[in-house]
């Protein structure tokens, strides 16, 4: 089943990188707009999922861009404002959400 593979991943991760709970979990607007049209709890969804506590993060480069893109992603924006602020490292200069996220997870 699905929460079997995805505790066998997450069971893989922890063992070799050692990930441990709660996990951190970065979100971006796209992933908000995609979970607003399908009308899907994502905090709710998350932790179901991961069947352990997950801290949902976001970053200010994916805010920004989410403000930038205007009124198709204004719901997403406001649902992607709720979550923890991670800092990215780049107050100041911000870069696309997609390259922030990059950056933060290699």
């Known amino acids: 089943s699905r929460f079997k593979k995805s505790h066998k991943t997450l069971v893989y991760f922890a063992t070799n990188f050692d990930y441990r709970e ?16 399908h009308k899907i709890g994502i ?6 999922y991961f069947q352990c506590p997950a801290k949902l993060l976001t970053t200010q480069c994916v805010i920004l861009e989410a403000e930038a893109l205007g009124a198709p992603l ?15 490292g780049h107050e100041g200069k911000p870069v696309g959400a997609a390259e922030c996220i990059k950056s933060m997870v290699i």
């Open 74 to 88: 204004t719901g997403a924006t406001s649902i992607v404002k709720r979550f923890h602020v991670h800092k990215c």
């Open 22 to 37: 709660p996990y951190q979990v970065l979100i971006d607007a796209t992933f908000c707009q995609a979970a607003l049209q």
């Open 43 to 48: 905090d709710e969804q998350i932790r179901k």
